[in-house]
C-alpha cells in the first residue's frame, strides 16, 4: 500500500485564476487541459486532458497514472528498491488533482490550459513520493510555529546548439549585446516566461549562451510552481528553435556552471520576521541562518541530487565551496542582504543546481530553517573576504551528500523520513551508474601509463 502524509489536500476554490479557467472551459476557449506534475527529480509529467472531460474528473477522483513514474531516476529507470512503492505493491495507480488555482494559458499552443497536480494515494491522502506534498508538508511545519515563507528563485541555463556545442562564444555577464545576439531565442523565452511566470527578467551569465532568469519573489508554493513552468517553458521553446535548454549544472569543464539560488524571507501576520535590527540581523534571521549552516552538508542532495552538480563546487566560481555565511558575499553558501526596505531583507542560498527538484530544494532549505528557529540556535559570527578557504567543505560528491543526508534525524523528521529515503534511494542509483561506468578520462589516464 502506499505510504501517505496524514493531512488531506484543500485546494483553494475561490481564486482568480480558477474563475478564469471555469470561465474558459464554459465559453469554449479552450479545448484541452494539460494535466501535469512533477517527478521526483524535476521532470515535467502529465496527460492532456479534453476540456470537455476536465473539471468532473478534476472534481472528482482526479486523474490516474502508474506510481512507478514517481520512482525512476534522470533517464526514467523504475528503481525497484524503495520502501514506498516497488514491485512488491505492484505500482498501483496514484491520482493527479488539479490545483486550479495553478491555471495558466499554455503560451505555446492555442487554446490549451496548462494546471499543476497534487498527488493522492486511493484514500486521498498526498502520495510521500510527490515533491509537491513534501514542500506541503513542510510548510505546515512552518505554519505551525506561526511563520510563512516568501521565496524568490534564479535559475541559470544554457541555450545550445541540438547537439550540445555552443552556438554563442562570448562569456560577457549582463552583456545586452549577448542577449541580441541570442534573438530570437532569447525574446521568445522571454515573452514565453512573461506569460506563463512570475517573471522578474533574464540576462546573460558568464559562459557562452548562458542566461539566468529571475522570479519574482512570491509566497513559497507558488514560487516552486513558477520554477517548474520556468523549466518546462524554457526547453520547449528553445526545442521550437532547433535548440536545448540545459540545466546541467556543469555542461562544460572550462565555463561557468548553472545554479539555482534561494531568496528566502520568513513572515509573520504579514509582517516581515526578517526585519534587520539596528542595521543588522535580528534573533529570528540569525536562527534561520544557523539552521541552514548547521545542516546545509545533509541538505546539500536535496538541492544537487546528480553527479554532475557535484563539479560546481570548486573555489572561485561564485558557486560556493564551504559552509560559511557573510554580508553580501558571494564566496559564501549563505548570503544575507540586509536592505533598508524591511521586506527585502532575506537571506540567500546558494548551494543549489539548476537541475534540481524546485519543490525538494525549497522544502529542503526551509527544513535547515525550521530546526534553526525550533533549536533557536545560534550561528557563528559572519565572516567577509573570500570565504572558499574557509569553512567545512560542501559535500565533495554525490556519494558523501547521500551519507550525509541519511544521517540527519532532524532533517529527516520535517522532511519526512519515508520520502527522504526514497529520495536518496532515486539519487543512490545515479551515483551507482556513475560508479560502474569506465569514463574516457580513466581509459585516457590509465590505458597505456598503467
Known sequence: MTNTVDAPIVHNTTSARERELRHALADGTLTEIEVAWSDPFGHAQGKRIPASQFLNRALGSGFAFCEASLGWNTDGTVIDSLDITSWANGFPDVFAVPDLATYRPLPWRPRVGHVISDIV????????????????????????????????????????????????????????ENANALDPLLSDLYETLSAFTRLEGIQTEYGPGQIETNLVYTDALEAADDAVRLKYA?????????????????????????????????????????????????????????????????????????????????????????????????????????????????????????????????????????????????????????????GVPLPESLGVALELATRDDTIAEILGADSVRDFAALARSEWVEYSNEVSDWERRRYLALS
Open 121 to 176: 494515494a486511493h484514500d486521498r491522502t498526498p502520495s510521500l513520493l510527490d515533491p509537491r506534498a513534501v514542500l506541503r508538508k513542510v510548510l505546515a511545519r512552518l505554519a505551525s510555529l506561526g511563520y510563512s515563507a516568501k521565496i524568490g528563485v534564479e535559475f541559470e541555463l544554457y541555450l545550445l546548439n541540438a547537439d550540445g556545442s555552443s552556438f554563442q562564444d562570448d562569456i560577457h555577464a549582463y552583456s545586452l
Open 234 to 390: 524554457a526547453k520547449e521553446v528553445a526545442r521550437k528553435h532547433g535548440k536545448i535548454a540545459s540545466f546541467m549544472p556543469k555542461p562544460f569543464t572550462e565555463h561557468s556552471g548553472s545554479s539555482q539560488h534561494l531568496h528566502i524571507s520568513l513572515w509573520r501576520d504579514g509582517q516581515p520576521a526578517f526585519a534587520p535590527d539596528d542595521g543588522a540581523e535580528n534573533p529570528i534571521t540569525l536562527n534561520a541562518i544557523a539552521g541552514l549552516l548547521e545542516h546545509l552538508p545533509s541538505i546539500t542532495l536535496f538541492g544537487a541530487h546528480s553527479v554532475n552538480a557535484y563539479r560546481r563546487f570548486v573555489p572561485d566560481s561564485f558557486a560556493p565551496a564551504t559552509v560559511t555565511w557573510s554580508r553580501d558575499n558571494r564566496s559564501a553558501a549563505v548570503r544575507s542582504l540586509v536592505e533598508a526596505d524591511p521586506t527585502a531583507t532575506r537571506i540567500e542560498l546558494r548551494s543549489g543546481a539548476s537541475d534540481a527538484n524546485p519543490y525538494w530544494l525549497i522544502a529542503s532549505a526551509l527544513a535547515g530553517v525550521i530546526a534553526g528557529l525550533e533549536a533557536k540556535s545560534t550561528p557563528p559570527p559572519a565572516e567577509g573576504g573570500n570565504l572558499y578557504t574557509k
